[in-house]
């Protein structure tokens, strides 16, 4: 099916979903440094998020997003990067440039099992990430080689994933302050559909971090967005803070309620 401007087929069991992307000459891959006015547009704002996807699309649309992110950083807006890696939009090396630069006005990394590796290199060590074998405790090693790495920093949420299988995942997260760091929960999902889990996980993050939530409250919140995104068909988490809530405290039935 078309999502936007890409393609997805959905795989299952042992066949993986494959995404093909149809980005080229689109108005976001022809955007460059002085087109937004973003001292302007960022007016107001609490928060700037952006993805590894956006700077990869064209070194133009590189060169915006390594200057919205300085324009937030300089008014005092929050800013957070997802890694999203995506090896048919560019390489390792391109990605490790461009985003090692992004760093620098980043307060909140995301990234998950794999995607610090293959952008910056650091690794969980004896973690498989094709088998489906993570050692979550590992993560944090990779975490605080971040935050060593980047003095910007003040936290990094690693998206954890089990992929047994297109269809059958576990799904857990870690959220890693300068100061402490906390787990969420493991979830066993049978997955309808995965793409935009990792966007829910984001999304939640943000909204449990400007709604005041301590680090181990928003790494709950953020894991159950996207456990439940993995129940829902398309690229949209559709449901409600109070459903995330409710999952949080507890309530994983999935009976029907009337």
């Avoid at 976001?28 to 699309?57: F, K, N, Q």
């Avoid at 297109?166 to 493991?186: D, I, Q, Y």
């Avoid at 309808?192 to 449990?208: C, E, S, T």
């Avoid at 829902?232 to 459903?243: P, R």
Wanted: glycine share 8%; hydrophobic share 50%; net charge negative.
């Amino acid at each position: 099916r078309r999502l936007g401007l890409y393609f997805l087929e959905v795989g299952a069991s042992q066949r993986p979903s494959q995404v093909i992307y149809d980005r080229a000459g689109s108005a976001a891959s022809e955007l460059g440094a002085g087109d937004v006015p973003w001292a302007r547009v960022l007016e107001g704002s609490a928060w700037l998020h952006t993805t590894g996807i956006t700077p990869a699309l064209s070194a133009t649309a590189a060169a915006a997003t390594l200057e919205a992110l300085e324009t937030a950083r300089r008014l005092g807006i929050a800013t957070s990067v997802d890694l999203n890696y995506r090896s048919r939009l560019w390489s390792p090396a391109a990605a490790r440039e461009v985003l090692t630069a992004a760093m620098a006005n980043v307060d909140l990394l995301i990234t998950n099992e794999e995607d610090a590796e293959l952008v910056f290199g650091i690794r969980a060590p004896a973690s498989d990430v094709a088998r489906g074998d993570l050692q979550p405790a590992r993560y944090l090693d990779v975490a605080g080689e971040l935050l060593a790495r980047f003095s910007a920093l003040s936290t990094v949420a690693v998206t954890l994933r089990e992929s047994h299988g297109a269809t059958r995942n576990g799904w857990s997260g870690l959220l890693v302050e300068r100061a402490g760091h906390a787990f969420a929960r493991r979830y066993e999902i049978d997955v309808v559909d995965r793409i935009g889990a990792g966007d829910a996980f984001a999304a939640g993050l943000i909204h449990a971090r400007l709604a005041g939530m301590s680090a181990a409250e928003a790494v709950e919140f953020a894991a159950a967005a996207g456990a439940l995104k993995h129940t829902i068909e398309g690229d949209f988490n559709l449901v409600s803070a109070a459903e995330i809530a409710a999952l949080v405290a507890g309530d994983a039935s999935g009976r029907v309620r009337r």
